[in-house]
């Protein structure tokens, strides 16, 4: 088989680990052509977020203890993952060069004194671009011929948008599969930077946070790829968060438009658009467990067995969560309404989660995450209050609850059961959005009552014990 193993930040993040993800790339060599996919090592990628922060502030001291940081993390792992003294050596090396390469990034950027979102996605590169040759020379180290590559070095064009690129799959699928065919053909097993691509001008760029997934995705779709593995440090999908409920089950079986669903509403946290680049191929995707390699994890396929097709699969809820809801009686029969509010939005990079309009058309109601509601509401205040809207609402500590499963597609009575099931503990519910596609129902209730809505639904629908055979 043909298969991309992508490997998350926790799964390299010391020496025994790195070893570890080697030995388990080698033990699944026999028969096989593996790619690897590495995330940067826990943390790193959050560190330079703040770094960049700081250096906004034009605080020149943390960068020094920052860099420091950063080369003491890669060659501790790099010289406790591999033995042999020569191939230590020139890891060692790697690791050092593009430490002073991230240096003079970080120099530059606080004598020009901004950081740009171009610049920015240079900066957040290196996370990626220190784990990812560890991993390629820890496999050497065991005997297994490897090279390692950046995703712009493999072939991932994007387009400029920093910080949220899209690849632009039909030239990304020749290059990449130009790149690493000869590879594969001469036995190596190529190991590429996930979360990194290059615009058209050769300047790098990144694909989203959690984006590793999504580099996996692009290379299988790529070089046509029977399976992808997304390695972490989860047992799979879950019918909950087990933080929640006590007897949440791992699903063994759920299809891409579930998954697609689950992973907007975070089961295990998966880029959002992961899924795009193997629905049209097929591919399935396995969720494994770096740490518990037993447990077979989910899989992600087009078409799940009859047997685990369930009214719903899993309860899942996204906290820090606010509501808008804007309304005026300008608003009715006024056609463009909603277009002018988005797009408004949209213009100032708010991203709505959730939508619902009465038929009255006198307000709409839109969920954001609480990170963007200050944003959103001077947007709107600035640009439409007193002439399209008259008023704007705002409820600033909700959470959005979905209950999602193929099975809920013509079946009736599950929004009874749904909206029954919290009633009977006293939550109120805010505002509903389900769409056509009856795939999921979502609901909004205060934060308050999030945990106790997730544990009656997932009691409600016998979550606990369906899963397991499922
Ligand atoms: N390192 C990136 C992040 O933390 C990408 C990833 O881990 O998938 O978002
Ligand atoms: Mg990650």
Redesign the pocket.
């Known amino acids: 088989m043909r298969l991309v193993m992508k490997f998350?930040?926790t799964a390299v993040d010391s020496p025994d680990k790195v070893r570890h993800v080697a030995q388990l790339v080698k033990s699944h060599r026999k028969g096989n052509e593996i790619v690897c996919v590495i995330?940067?090592v826990r943390g790193?990628?959050d560190g330079l977020l703040s770094i960049a922060d700081s250096v906004k502030r034009g605080d020149k001291r943390s960068i020094d203890e920052f860099v420091k940081k950063s080369a003491n993390i890669h060659t501790t792992i790099a010289e406790g993952a591999i033995s042999d003294k020569k191939l230590k050596g020139e890891t060692v090396a790697v690791v050092k060069k593009i430490i002073s390469e991230l240096e003079d990034v970080l120099g530059g950027i606080v004598l020009l004194g901004e950081v740009t979102p171009k610049s920015l996605d240079y900066l957040m590169s290196f996370?990626?671009r220190l784990s990812t040759p560890i991993v390629s020379f820890a496999l050497q180290d065991i005997g297994i011929k490897s090279d390692h590559l950046t995703g712009k070095e493999a072939g991932i064009l994007t387009d400029g948008n920093f910080g949220e690129a899209r690849p632009l799959m039909d030239t990304t699928k020749l290059r990449v599969s130009h790149r690493l065919e000869p590879m594969l053909k001469q036995d190596s097993v190529p190991v590429v930077t996930?979360?990194i691509g290059a615009d058209q001008y050769g300047n790098i760029t990144t694909i989203g946070?959690?984006?590793?997934?999504y580099t996996a995705t692009i290379i299988a779709a790529s070089i046509g790829a029977e399976e992808v593995w997304l390695w972490s440090d989860v047992d799979g999908l879950m019918t909950a968060d087990p933080k929640i409920v006590n007897d949440a089950q791992v699903l063994r079986e759920v299809s891409f438009a579930e998954a697609m669903e689950m992973a907007l509403f975070g089961a295990k946290y998966m880029h959002p658009r992961a899924l795009e680049p193997v629905i049209d191929t097929k591919i399935p995707i396995r969720i494994r467990n770096t740490f518990n390699i037993r447990h077979t994890g989910t899989v992600i396929t087009q078409n799940p067995s009859k047997e685990s097709q369930k009214i719903v699969k899993s309860v899942s809820a996204i906290r820090h969560t606010a509501l808008i809801d804007v309304s005026g009686g300008g608003m009715v029969g006024a056609p463009g309404t909603a277009a002018k509010i988005f797009d408004t939005l949209a213009k100032n990079r708010v991203n709505i989660m959730m939508i619902s309009q009465s038929p009255s058309e006198s307000s709409i109601s839109m969920v954001v995450r609480k990170s963007d509601l200050d944003k959103a509401t001077t947007t709107l205040e600035l640009s439409l209050l007193g002439k399209v809207i008259k008023q704007i609402n705002v409820n600033d500590d909700v959470a959005v609850i979905a209950v999602v499963g193929s099975g809920m597609r013509g079946i009736k009575g599950v929004a009874a059961k749904v909206f029954g099931a919290v009633a009977k503990f006293g939550v109120n519910v805010i505002m509903i959005a389900q769409g056509s596609s009856e795939l999921n129902l979502a609901f909004v209730v205060n934060d308050s009552d999030c945990d106790q809505a997730v544990r009656a639904l997932h009691d409600e629908f016998d979550l606990a014990r369906a899963a397991g055979k499922g």
């Open positions: 998350g930040g995330s940067a790193m990628t996370g990626e996930g979360f946070r959690g984006g590793s997934d």
